[in-house]
């Protein structure tokens, strides 16, 4: 059974890896700010959540599995607000091609993101 564990770790761990190289790949290559946002988050939070889950079935120690359960959770609470935050940098800075956007909520609002005029 161990030996099944350490193929399926080892598997996570090779996945996760490429899904994390081909996320710096994109963040290099792409374009837009926002083409960049998506790689910086998507696959490199399945390339961490892999990586980690590979780890996870290679060491099977309480201590180790809690310290991992702990950086999942912060790679998922973390990586959707860093995107939100660099979207929304973007957009203020005009580093955004607008044209790219298929609905622009923040249009109606002033460039700082508050209301548009006098209320």
């Known amino acids: 059974m161990a030996t099944i564990a350490d193929w399926l770790g080892a598997g996570c761990l090779v996945a996760g890896a490429l899904l994390a190289l ?5 963040v290099l290559r792409f374009p837009d700010a926002l083409s960049r946002m998506h790689a910086a988050t998507k696959p490199q939070v ?28 912060f790679q998922l609470a973390t990586a959707p607000v ?32 508050g209301p548009a005029g006098p209320a």
């Open 22 to 26: 081909a996320a710096g790949i994109g």
């Open 82 to 113: 860093a995107a939100q935050m660099i979207g929304r940098a973007a957009y203020r800075s005009g580093r955004l091609d607008r044209s790219l956007l298929d609905a622009d909520e923040l249009a109606e609002r002033g460039p700082d993101g």
């Open 46 to 73: 399945l390339g961490v959540l892999l990586l980690l889950l590979g780890i996870a079935l290679r060491l099977r120690s309480p201590a180790d599995l809690g310290m991992i359960l702990l950086v999942a959770v």
